[in-house]
């Protein structure tokens, strides 16, 4: 159990370094989900037609709406990832 821990905080505090960019997809969608929450469209630029250029369209969803409750989306998107990670987790080996 403790070595589980240790394990989760080591992976913690390696994924949430937060001096690394993202790739070019999540910064995509990390850009369509500002625009999503802030316009209510989405968009690459505020003002543009809406597009239909993101891969993740539950992912992007997710981060609009923790930006729309007043997270930043550098936040959201890792916030998201964690969640992720500890639910898989849990539905694989508990």
Do not use: C
Not at 2 to 23: E, H, T, V
Not at 69 to 87: K, M, P, Q, Y
């Amino acid at each position: 159990m403790i070595g589980s821990l240790l394990l989760m905080a080591q992976f913690a505090r390696k994924y949430l370094d937060i001096s690394k960019n993202p790739y070019e997809d999540a910064a995509m969608l990390m850009r369509y989900a500002q625009h999503l929450a802030q316009t209510g469209t989405i968009v690459w630029n505020i003002g543009a037609r809406p597009v239909d250029g993101g891969t993740d369209f539950l992912f992007m969803l997710v981060l609009a709406a923790m930006v729309k409750v007043g997270l930043s989306v550098e936040i959201a998107a890792r916030l998201t990832g964690i969640i992720s990670h500890v639910l898989t987790v849990i539905l694989v080996y508990v």
